[in-house]
T-cell receptor
Framework: KQEVTQIPAALSVPEGENLVLNCSFTDSAIYNLQWFRQDPGKGLTSLLLIQSSQREQTSGRLNASLDKSSGRSTLYIAASQPGDSATYLC??????????????FGKGTTLSVSS | EADIYQTPRYLVIGTGKKITLECSQTMGHDKMYWYQQDPGMELHLIHYSYGVNSTEKGDLSSESTVSRIRTEHFPLTLESARPSHTSQYLCASMGQGTEAFFGQGTRLTVV
């Protein structure tokens, strides 16, 4: 059964730091991997989607990498800002032709950026 | 921009009441999902649908039921709410080979 782990569970940094959030998954047979942001009491906002054939995706100050063979993904946030404070969730999608292709989530990393 | 909507955003209701949480999307996605999330905890899949008249239970056992009569609409119903149903419910949709999009969630409190 696929399991997703995110390390660290919580992270506090001063404004301006570059930081890396880690995600690992136990079964390398995935269709894609998606990073989300969740603000307290809100829904999820999609940040980056990496297909299984891709190595990385970039959007603004965010860069996500994928090493499917080792079951790892990282989310790199450059020049962090207080507005980046949120919980970041990693989710993997099983192969397309499997029953139940819902996303499987990690528990998230809660980021706090102080000014 | 994601076009998936959940109503209500917040709901406080008494024990024993019947409630329906609404979820609608305008992206024409076939796949839709309901997740349950307790405060500070991970998301757990409770229901999913691959299209009209298709519904399945997820990994987490739930006393709720769902229906999918129209592609764009995937409501979740609790016939008799209990305090143990207090949680946040998140609806999502996914197109073929594309991103998953989530609604803003419904925070349910049963008193």
């Amino acid at each position: 059964k696929q399991e997703v782990t995110q390390i660290p569970a919580a992270l506090s940094v001063p404004e301006g730091e570059n930081l890396v959030l880690n995600c690992s998954f136990t079964d390398s047979a995935i269709y894609n991997l998606q990073w989300f942001r969740q603000d307290p009491g809100k829904g999820l906002t999609s940040l980056l989607l990496i297909q299984s054939s891709q190595r990385e995706q970039t959007s603004g100050r965010l860069n996500a990498s994928l090493d499917k063979s080792s079951g790892r993904s990282t989310l790199y946030i450059a020049a962090s800002q207080p507005g980046d404070s949120a919980t970041y969730l990693c989710a993997v999608r099983p192969p397309f032709n499997q029953a139940g292709t819902a996303l499987i989530f990690g528990k998230g990393t809660t980021l706090s950026v102080s000014s | 921009e994601a076009d998936i909507y959940q109503t209500p955003r917040y709901l406080v209701i008494g024990t024993g009441k019947k409630i329906t949480l609404e979820c609608s999307q305008t992206m024409g996605h076939d796949k839709m999902y309901w997740y349950q999330q307790d405060p500070g905890m991970e998301l757990h899949l409770i229901h999913y649908s691959y299209g009209v008249n298709s519904t399945e239970k997820g990994d987490l056992s739930s006393e709720s039921t769902v229906s999918r009569i129209r592609t764009e609409h995937f409501p979740l119903t609790l016939e008799s709410a209990r305090p143990s149903h207090t949680s946040q419910y998140l609806c999502a949709s996914m197109g073929q080979g594309t991103e998953a999009f989530f609604g803003q969630g419904t925070r349910l409190t049963v008193v």
